[in-house]
């Protein structure tokens, strides 16, 4: 049955529950076609390939990320919001670990502003230890590396050892904000 009213939108929200469903690997035009109801052709008229596909799936993505954060951070400075945003990103990850893993890096105009979301809302949490900047950035992209790094392998399974991986987690993100200054 052919879905009338076919959109952008409406074809990244089929894109996403694919990807929730039989993760990113899974997201192929046809396969969006058929979970539209319509042929395959039918779909450049919303989106122009595979590669805008994915790039749109990621934007989302990024976009769900960031307002989970930002609700997370909402009120909180310093250690406080950094902590609740690291815990709102890394639950992200695990509720949803196949749209997680459908988030692409790559640099576009289009990504790098829905990425900047992201950034924006570690910066400011870090406006209450003094830093800007270089200096900002810097410790920017250690939260961030930390969090995708751990978040990343415990989404694959990759963490087979005995021990509770909450306190492994708390302990990174801890180590972490450790090394920035004190809040000013």
């Known amino acids: 049955m052919a879905r ?4 952008p939108e409406i074809v990244v929200d089929l894109a996403m529950a694919i990807v929730d469903e039989h993760g990113p690997a899974a997201v192929t035009l046809s396969a969006v076609a058929a ?4 042929a395959t052709p039918s779909l450049y008229k919303h989106v ?3 590669a805008e596909l994915t790039e749109l799936v990621s934007i989302r993505v990024m976009d769900q990320l960031a307002d989970r954060g930002s609700a997370a951070v909402a009120g909180r400075s310093g250690e ?3 902590r609740a945003y690291a815990d709102a ?3 992200y990850a695990k509720d949803h670990p196949g749209r997680y893993a459908a988030m692409i890096q790559t640099a576009s105009p ?3 502003k829905a990425g900047q979301k992201i950034i924006d809302i570690i910066l400011a949490a870090l406006r209450s230890y003094g830093l800007e900047g270089e200096q900002a950035i810097h410790a920017t992209r250690a939260l961030r590396a930390a969090i995708h790094g751990f978040v990343v392998i415990e989404t694959v399974g990759g963490f087979g050892l005995p021990y509770a991986i909450d306190e492994s987690y708390h302990q990174l993100i801890g180590m972490v904000i450790a090394g920035l200054p004190k809040p000013v």
């Open 35 to 38: 979970r539209a109801g319509v």
């Open 80 to 82: 406080d919001a950094l």
């Open 110 to 112: 289009e990504l790098s």
């Open 48 to 50: 122009r390939n595979l």
């Open 4 to 7: 009338a009213g076919l959109t």
């Open 89 to 91: 990103w890394r639950g």
